[in-house]
């Protein structure tokens, strides 16, 4: 079945600190591909998505582009803040999008940016 | 909006009884998900409804989960009897429409604690 696998976290950096969180999966069609980040206490919120290869996502500084040749989807973002303190989950979704997108998820990573 | 909305955020019981979690999702969406988050598997989608009919229910883990959708704002996902391994945070999610373009909004969570 489906997979996406993230790499561990808690991760932990200093403020103005270029991030990079990795992100691998296996599907059995041509997925689309999400980043999710959920704030304390809060549902997650969609930080951006691509559904092609080559595609790149990008919102609030973050950018991740799809690459079917390594099946990856990286988050990056070259200056993070305090307040990107947050969990960072990876997810897929497959053709049909009959009635929308059913998200399989990684297993989510914790970034934690320090003044 | 206020956003998909659901109670009660947190829920203490003790084992055997029955749990109710509700979720109200945006008004004028047409899909909405059921998913359990827990430290061991992640972020699992458990059931999900498009126009109130369930379309896919094989995420739900055993016959003591059940979920029903009576009208377009409101559903509820019920597990009886409850036991300890139930413990989570359990998200609910809405979208609107079909098609990989469509964003899913997902609510605050209950945390479920079966003692």
């Known amino acids: 079945g489906d997979s996406v696998t993230q790499m561990e976290g808690p991760v932990t950096l200093s403020e103005e600190a270029f991030l990079t969180i990795n992100c691998t999966y296996t599907a059995t069609g041509y997925p689309s591909l999400f980043w999710y980040v959920q704030y304390p206490g809060e549902g997650l919120q969609l930080l951006l998505k691509?559904?092609?290869?080559?595609d790149k996502g990008s919102n609030k500084g973050f950018e991740a582009t799809y690459r079917k040749e390594t099946t990856s989807f990286h988050l990056e973002k070259g200056s993070v803040q305090v307040s990107d303190s947050a969990v960072y989950f990876c997810?897929?979704?497959?053709?049909?999008?009959?009635?929308?997108?059913?998200?399989?998820f990684g297993a989510g990573t914790i970034l934690r940016v320090k003044s | 909006d206020a956003g998909v909305i659901q109670s009660p955020r947190h829920e203490v019981t003790e084992m055997g009884q029955e749990v109710t979690l509700r979720c109200k999702p945006i008004?004028?969406?047409?899909?909405l998900f059921w998913y359990r988050q827990t430290m061991m598997r992640g972020l699992e989608l458990l059931i999900y409804?498009?126009?109130?009919?369930?379309?896919?229910d094989s995420g739900m883990p055993e016959d003591r989960f059940s979920a029903k959708m009576p009208n377009a704002s409101f559903s509820t996902l019920k597990i009886q009897p409850s036991e300890p391994r139930d413990s989570a945070v359990y998200f609910c999610?809405?979208?609107?429409?079909?098609?990989?373009?469509?964003?899913?909004?997902f609510g605050q969570g209950t945390r479920l604690t079966v003692v």
């Open positions: 409804f498009n126009n109130n009919v369930p379309i896919d």
């Open positions: 691509a559904t092609k290869a080559d």
């Open positions: 997810a897929l979704s497959d053709p049909p999008y009959t009635y929308g997108n059913k998200l399989v």
């Open positions: 999610a809405s979208s609107y429409g079909t098609g990989v373009l469509t964003e899913a909004f």
């Open positions: 008004s004028g969406h047409n899909s």
